[in-house]
């Protein structure tokens, strides 16, 4: 294990030393979580909240530095450490690993911003968390210095444990095309309320709550368009030019919604066949196990987590490849994209075949295969894994139409 000194990379003297960990530790970490996040699963289903202590011990392990900047104690990891974390805590509680991964993946996307707003949240401590709603239903009127934001979000995950939000409002660029374009508002814990509105069938433990801002100020520091992330044109790159800042911003974050369900998927398909394995058809008394249906099935899944697992490591090798470069062909980023996008609807054919042949028992809440047949559905509600749009748009490219999406 090596040490970093923030102060060497040019931040404020008093913040402290840390240890860097290595990757095949930090995933190391995330395993030893596993049967602690299977315990406090109930308890985190039944509170709609991620516990404290889970959060404390994400801190702890230093899985929300992953990819954050050196120079505010980060690690800058690979994109791929990232994601093998969150896939990896979604064997214990999909809902908690949605939690880390929404989360970290914010300490990325601040080193996008103006400096100026990584000192506004991480100059006097460096562990500052930060939540988000990208939904543009924010109402945005520039003032002298900034903006007077107001408005109500949804689908703010992990925001009791954050004393930041990220929110999404559109607005008429000043060098735009007069139509309305999204932008990222960033506001302290102070300037917004948090409404208890998170009661849903899956991922209860996001605590994914509503987000209200009443006439907020935002300096202009703390605003970026989602414009310049798609073009990589970001404010902070002038301080942050490690490759690590160099991806654009949806191929990171699609990613952060989506692989969780892989975990999720993994765990089920090992409790399925360990249950499987010397049930017996309660009229026949034929072992359940012996029904090649059921073999298939199980092969069908397999093949599936298989399939998805090697094409994440793949495009996320591809990521980091054409971040160092700064090739980033559209065609392709479609391509990227779509790849992401569909991944949870593919692990949603796979865990509906794991529900159906899971018999009556399954039904009952507690259920291992049961829960991840809830949490994946209600992933693939997320707007980042709806493949149809990405999906319509690579294929109009494919016939010569122009790119009509900024999520690549």
């Given at each position: 294990m090596s040490k970093i000194s923030t102060a060497a990379e040019g931040t404020l003297p008093n913040v402290a030393s840390i240890d860097r960990p290595g990757a095949a530790e930090l995933v190391g970490r995330a395993?030893?979580?596993?049967?602690?996040?299977?315990?406090?699963?109930?308890?985190?289903?039944?509170?709609?909240?991620?516990?404290?202590?889970?959060?404390?011990?994400?801190?702890?392990?230093?899985?929300?530095?992953?990819?954050?900047?050196?120079?505010?104690?980060?690690?800058?990891?690979?994109?791929a450490v990232y994601c093998e974390i969150a896939k990896t805590l979604a064997e214990g509680c999909m809902g908690s690993a949605w939690v880390y991964g929404v989360i970290a993946v914010h300490n990325w996307q601040l080193a996008l911003f103006d400096p100026q707003a990584a000192e506004d949240v991480w100059a006097n401590d460096n562990s500052v968390l930060i939540s988000s709603s990208y939904m543009p239903t924010g109402k945005a009127a520039k003032v002298d210095g900034g903006y007077r934001l107001s408005g109500r979000w949804a689908f703010s995950s992990g925001s009791e444990h954050c004393q930041w939000v990220i929110l999404g409002g559109n607005m008429v660029a000043e060098d735009g095309d007069g139509v309305p374009e999204p932008y990222n508002f960033l506001v302290p814990r102070s300037d917004y309320q948090i409404l208890d509105t998170w009661h849903v069938m899956g991922l209860c433990p996001t605590g994914s709550n509503d987000i209200v801002v009443e006439d907020a100020f935002v300096?202009?520091?703390?605003?970026?368009?989602?414009?310049?992330?798609?073009?990589?044109?970001?404010?902070?790159?002038?301080q942050n030019t490690g490759a690590l800042y160099r991806i654009p911003f949806a191929q990171l974050f699609n990613r952060t919604v989506s692989t969780t369900s892989l975990g999720s998927l993994r765990r089920a398909l090992d409790v399925f066949v360990e249950a499987t394995r010397q049930k017996r058809a309660t009229y026949t008394g034929a072992r359940l196990a012996a029904d090649t249906t059921i073999q298939e099935a199980v092969a069908d899944v397999t093949?599936?987590?298989?399939?998805?697992?090697?094409?994440?490591?793949?495009?996320?090798?591809?990521?980091?490849?054409?971040?160092?470069?700064?090739d980033w062909p559209i065609e392709r980023r479609a391509q990227l994209g779509h790849h992401t996008t569909s991944m949870v609807s593919r692990c949603v054919e796979a865990i509906d075949k794991l529900m159906?042949?899971?018999?009556?028992?399954?039904?009952?809440?507690?259920?291992?295969?049961?829960?991840?047949?809830?949490?994946?559905?209600?992933?693939?509600?997320?707007?980042?894994?709806?493949?149809?749009?990405?999906?319509?748009?690579?294929?109009?490219?494919?016939?010569?139409?122009?790119?009509?999406?900024?999520?690549?």
């Open positions: 395993k030893a979580l596993i049967p602690v996040l299977r315990e406090r699963e109930a308890d985190a289903i039944r509170n709609r909240q991620v516990p404290i202590e889970t959060i404390q011990a994400f801190r702890e392990s230093g899985f929300f530095r992953i990819l954050q900047p050196a120079r505010y104690g980060g690690f800058e990891m690979s994109p300096p202009a520091h703390r605003v970026i368009r989602e414009r310049d992330m798609f073009n990589l044109s970001c404010p902070g790159h002038v093949l599936t987590l298989t399939d998805l697992e090697l094409r994440l490591a793949s495009d996320l090798a591809e990521l980091e490849s054409r971040a160092r470069s700064g159906l042949f899971s018999g009556g028992k399954a039904i009952y809440l507690g259920n291992v295969v049961q829960r991840a047949f809830l949490d994946i559905h209600c992933a693939r509600a997320h707007v980042a894994n709806n493949p149809y749009p990405y999906a319509r748009n690579l294929g109009g490219m494919t016939f010569g139409f122009e790119n009509d999406c900024l999520d690549l």
